[in-house]
């Protein structure tokens, strides 16, 4: 993603609040959360074509900056967070390093992934951004790297990854944003076939389409906006609600675990703890057929960032 929207309709929280029992929404941010041991553990991994496995639900930074984005990903680290996602454009890759060093955990046990921005598409200039964000980050590879958008010199950016790639500074190369044209137009012209496209998928865009033409690829799918940045009224929704107070669960959780049972990764973005816990609440209900159909209804098959098109 690019930037945070900021018409949001709803806080969740405030959605929560209103909709739950006062015990369920304290027990929602209090320590019997943790009555289960490792949290990391709990978040199964994905396989990616390469081999490399990788967290299917992740700790999302866009617009968590400077201190804030530093304490965010201690934060989501000590909770159990193991994917960690951020972007050149996002400017907060520093943060990130520091966030990361801060929370005390080994690099190995982490997965992070960055994005190649536009204005440093082509094979010299990817290569130095490449380099420009370990430095920034503090890290000496990164688990997965990726051509934020289709622009510019992306086959000479491929070249660039595949060689880093090779030299072992990049676990797993992919692209975010692409369509079937464009992914047919990089695999003919490479080496190495991405092992992930990084895009736009929520209720209300939910890329059935785009989904089965990955799988056959052999190219996992991953999640920006799962919650479609509360667009569209999505931690409101009421025929979201109805599907969670089965089962005492959000909105947010709802869509989480819809996006989990897809076998789509997704990388959730917030500021706030109760927040953090919550989205990481989803491994222990599932959603029926019936709940599913449901959910498939919602799709609107457009863009709700039509402004990033």
């Not at 289960?36 to 553990?41: A, V």
């Not at 370990?134 to 086959?155: A, E, F, Q, S």
Request: hydrophobic share 40%.
């Amino acid at each position: 993603m690019d930037k945070l929207d900021k018409n949001a309709a709803w806080k969740r929280r405030d959605f929560i609040k209103t909709t739950f029992t006062a015990t369920a929404f304290v027990s929602l941010g209090g320590l019997d959360l943790f009555a289960f041991p490792s949290l990391e553990k709990t978040i199964k991994t994905v396989t990616l074509n390469n081999g490399v496995k990788m967290p299917i639900l992740g700790f999302g930074t866009m617009d968590l900056r400077d201190a804030l984005g530093e304490k965010c990903v201690a934060e989501a680290i000590s909770l159990g967070y193991r994917l960690i996602d951020t972007a050149f454009i996002y400017s907060n890759e520093e943060a990130v390093g520091k966030g990361i060093k801060n929370s005390g955990i080994k690099r190995e046990e982490l997965f992070v992934t960055s994005k190649l921005w536009v204005d440093d598409m082509g094979y010299e200039k990817a290569k130095a951004a490449f380099y420009t964000t370990l430095n920034k980050l503090g890290l000496d590879y990164l688990d997965l790297y990726l051509i934020h958008r289709p622009r510019g010199d992306v086959k000479g950016s491929w070249k660039a990854m595949e060689e880093l790639y090779n030299e072992g500074k990049i676990k797993a190369i992919g692209v975010s944003n692409f369509d079937n044209k464009q992914l047919d137009d990089l695999i003919a012209n490479s080496k190495i076939k991405p092992a992930i496209n990084q895009i736009e998928t929520h209720a209300f865009f939910q890329e059935e389409k785009a989904q089965e033409s990955l799988n056959k690829y052999g190219i996992q799918m991953e999640a920006w906006a799962p919650f479609a940045e509360g667009r569209n009224s999505l931690f409101v929704d009421k025929n979201l609600s109805l599907i969670g107070k089965k089962y005492n669960k959000t909105n947010a959780q709802v869509s989480l675990r819809w996006l989990y049972q897809r076998g789509i990764i997704a990388i959730p973005r917030t500021s706030k703890k109760e927040h953090m816990i919550e989205n990481l609440q989803i491994f222990d209900f599932e959603l029926t057929k019936e709940d599913m159909k449901a959910i498939s209804k919602l799709d609107l098959n457009k863009t709700q960032f039509p402004e990033w098109t």
